[in-house]
């Protein structure tokens, strides 16, 4: 399947937007393309249950800071959280599907 420039735009977008406005902007585009581009709309869906994810991820680690280590692992999601979210940015811009690793598939 042909992916056209705008798709691969919007599916861009739904990655590195995150760093603006984490849930919203995937939530946005997903609900606004899901029914028009099966691609766009998996990328959107990608991204949005990875920033949920990465959300938990880091209220747990806010919580294990009363240990020390919750600093540690904050510092760890943040580099992570942009390694691949570039990678997921680039692989769209590619026209291939990104899976996020440690990312919970909570909209199907």
């Keep these: 399947m042909v992916k056209t420039e705008e798709e691969k735009l919007l599916a861009v977008l739904s990655h590195v937007l995150c760093f603006v406005a984490p849930i919203i902007a995937p939530l946005v585009i997903w609900l606004l393309k899901k029914d028009q581009s099966w691609y766009v709309g998996e990328h959107a869906k990608e991204s949005l249950n990875f920033q949920i994810s990465l959300a938990i991820y880091c209220f747990i680690s806010s919580l294990l ?39 919970i598939r909570l909209i199907k």
């Design 65 to 103: 800071s009363i240990i020390l280590i919750g600093f540690v692992l904050i510092i760890a999601l943040s580099i992570f959280g942009l390694i691949v979210v570039i990678v997921a940015a680039v692989r769209a811009y590619k026209g291939e599907i990104y899976r996020y690793p440690l990312s």
